[in-house]
């Protein structure tokens, strides 16, 4: 029984833990309206979009939990790269947040909050040149 309640806390940690996206055709809706109601959660406690969460104070846009973001809104696409040739392609960046751990939050145009751990090989994108983080 124990092994279902770490499981249990594991599910709860990545779903509350950000509004996330899909990187291949599903229908993500109902993945997570399956996995929220397998879970037992609640409807309507699921993150917003961080775009929802940010704002500027004093030129440093800041999210409730006042993380600095960085501009990345000249970049086009941006691309990690993993082991066994794994990759996330992100269109449209527009903020990038770096964790203590090297994960990288970014949040794209359309308002989707991605989280990229980090173990990453290999990250280029389409932009900026002088631009590194």
């Known amino acids: 029984m124990d092994k ?3 499981l249990l806390a594991a599910v709860s940690a990545v779903y509350y833990a950000a509004h996330w996206t899909p990187d ?3 229908n993500a809706a109902q993945l997570w309206i ?4 397998a ?3 609640v409807s309507g406690k699921a993150p917003k979009p961080l775009q929802d969460y940010l704002n500027n104070q004093e030129g440093k846009p800041t999210d409730k939990l ?3 973001w960085t501009d990345i809104s000249n970049e086009e ?3 990690y790269e993993f082991p066994g040739k794994d990759k996330i392609h992100i269109d ?3 903020q990038l947040h770096v964790s203590a751990s090297g994960g990288h939050r970014v949040l794209d145009a359309d308002g ?3 989280y990229i751990p980090s173990g990453w090989l290999h990250l280029f994108w389409r932009g900026d040149p002088a631009f590194v983080k």
Do not use: M
């Open 4 to 6: 279902y309640k770490r």
């Open 24 to 26: 291949r055709p599903c």
């Open 34 to 37: 399956e996995l929220r109601d």
């Open 39 to 41: 879970a037992g959660f």
């Open 66 to 68: 006042e993380r600095e």
């Open 77 to 79: 696409y941006r691309v």
């Open 92 to 94: 449209k960046p527009k």
């Open 112 to 114: 989707i909050s991605h």
